[in-house]
């Protein structure tokens, strides 16, 4: 009989091999676990009212009041949302026309919450052919307008609470008709996490 000459190197760097794919499927077991639990969802925006009023454009410059309601949907089943900072922008043919910031709050988890943005344009100087696109939509009665919202937000499910990320949420286009009652409709969002 033949006796196979075994290394105790070779045999040491098997082991080591096994033990590494053992913690990589271990781990990889966890995060599919944990992902099955918890289920993850996108959040969902949308604008569901928009108005504009004293809307005026003299000598190249904006002066209005945007009156915007965004429904911020969550709808996971164990993920809560904490907002930490939210900015929101009016934005007409890549120009900010107005620019604010919301109230920090936390969203429970499967809850819809209503924000409300009431920004104020003053004397915005307007570039380019932007005075002379803005007055012909606005003699039609409607313009386009993108609703832009950048938030740091955390995630907590359970006691596990995640860094800051930010969200983007991005509304556009959002048709507003100007000095109308015209019925408004709802205008979903991109997310982008």
């Not at 966890?30 to 918890?38: G, S």
């Not at 606005?138 to 609703?147: K, L, P, Y």
Request: hydrophobic share 40%; net charge positive; proline share 4%.
């Amino acid at each position: 009989m033949a006796q196979q000459n075994v290394r105790p190197g070779s045999s040491l760097l098997r082991v080591i091999i096994y033990v590494i794919l053992a913690l990589i499927v271990i781990v990889g077991l966890a995060v599919l676990i944990t992902w099955l639990v918890i289920r993850p969802r996108k959040l969902v925006y949308s604008v569901d009212y928009g108005s504009v009023s004293s809307f005026n454009i003299s000598r190249d410059h904006l002066t209005a009041n945007f009156d915007f309601v965004l429904n911020g949907r969550n709808p996971n089943h164990r993920v809560t949302v904490y907002y930490d900072s939210i900015e929101v922008r009016v934005v007409y043919e890549d120009q900010t026309m107005a620019y604010g910031s919301l109230e920090p709050f936390h969203q429970p988890h499967k809850n819809v919450t209503r924000l409300e943005a009431k920004l104020l344009a003053r004397s915005v100087p307007l570039v380019g052919s932007i005075s002379r696109d803005l007055r012909r939509e606005r003699a039609s009665g409607d313009v386009e307008f993108g609703i832009y919202l950048d938030a740091r937000v955390r995630f907590k499910v359970g006691s596990w609470k995640s860094g800051r990320r930010k969200l983007r949420v991005k509304c556009d286009p959002v048709l507003v008709h100007v000095g109308s009652t015209k019925h408004f409709e709802s205008t979903p969002c991109d997310v982008d996490l």
